[in-house]
């Protein structure tokens, strides 16, 4: 096969989203990607009934406990900003600080649908937690290639911040790449992300998150007013004798219940010991790998 017709049947498979393309300074690069978070993402904005049911079969059995195997996750999950809004209880890492992660986001930013809201739409369900469909932030070369496609908008990053700040007003959880440099940032919910609709069947999903906080309630401040309860998105919040209690197996550290305590009963912990993201990309995926090698 010639060169050039390679490249067309490259740019043919970028194009049905089956895999990357990235453009330097004197060439085209090229690369694979996983079903999720890869092929499956970029269908946003052209999927089918049919399609969608399959996704979601494929999320809810073998695709889905795989995923789960090796317990280092795709994404991971940082607090909301509100619910870190006196640092000085304790260093907030950059890798964790929202804020860094979109001032170090580089010059191309954009945002597109979620794919897994739009998944539970063509499937004939909505979501109960939030209309915000705009939710999808994406950096660097990754935000280049969708906006080349014609996917998503460009943006700057004082409305990225404003797209997170509706995203915490409706209980969202915030989930970049699992790295120190993530390419993109998903504000999810119990109801449609494939991910979290997936640990959430299992006992303990605080197991398959990396994390580096816990949000721990004084009963002596907690009204049991219920609030929490209905932002949590892993179902990590009970009320029984009317005080709101913390199921550690599934608290994930996202800090919506913080955010939305009146009382300031809710308040969150820092782990002892940290969890440090990959730096790159290719870092986390070697080490996925690595695991399911090692089994």
């Given at each position: ?15 049905k ?24 993402e ?36 940082i ?14 890492s ?36 939030t ?38 007003e ?52 907690c009204?049991g ?10 179902d ?60």
């Amino acid at each position: 096969m010639a060169v050039d017709e390679l490249e067309r049947t490259f740019d043919r498979m970028v194009e049905k989203g089956s895999i990357t393309s990235r453009k330097t300074a004197d060439r085209k690069l090229y690369g694979l990607m996983p079903f999720v978070v890869g092929m499956y993402e970029q269908q946003v904005d052209r999927l089918t009934k049919d399609f969608a049911g399959d996704v979601r079969l494929y999320l809810e059995g073998e695709y889905g406990d795989e995923m789960c195997r090796t317990k280092i996750p795709q994404l991971r999950t940082i607090p909301v900003r509100q619910s870190i809004a006196t640092p000085e209880k304790f260093s907030v890492s950059s890798y964790d600080d929202i804020r860094n992660i979109i001032e170090n986001a580089g010059d191309q930013l954009g945002v597109i649908n979620c794919i897994c809201r739009q998944t539970r739409n063509a499937i004939g369900k909505s979501c109960t937690k939030t209309d915000l469909h705009e939710a999808c932030i994406v950096f660097r070369w990754h935000a280049d290639g969708f906006l080349r496609r014609g996917i998503g908008r460009s943006i700057t990053k004082d409305e990225a911040l404003a797209i997170l700040d509706k995203a915490q007003e409706a209980g969202l959880v915030l989930q970049p790449a699992n790295t120190q440099r993530p390419l993109g940032l998903c504000c999810c919910c119990g109801d449609c992300c494939g991910i979290l609709t997936t640990v959430k069947r299992y006992p303990r999903p605080a197991e398959l998150y990396a994390s580096n906080y816990y949000a721990e309630i004084d009963p002596e401040l907690c009204t049991g007013c219920e609030i929490c309860i209905s932002k949590c998105q892993l179902d990590a919040i009970t009320i029984p004798d009317d005080v709101a209690v913390v199921d550690l197996d599934r608290c994930i550290g996202c800090g919506n219940c913080v955010a939305c305590c009146e009382s300031n009963a809710s308040q969150l912990r820092k782990k002892e010991i940290e969890t440090v993201p990959p730096e790159r990309a290719s870092d986390l995926y070697m080490k996925i790998m690595a695991k399911k090698v090692s089994g």
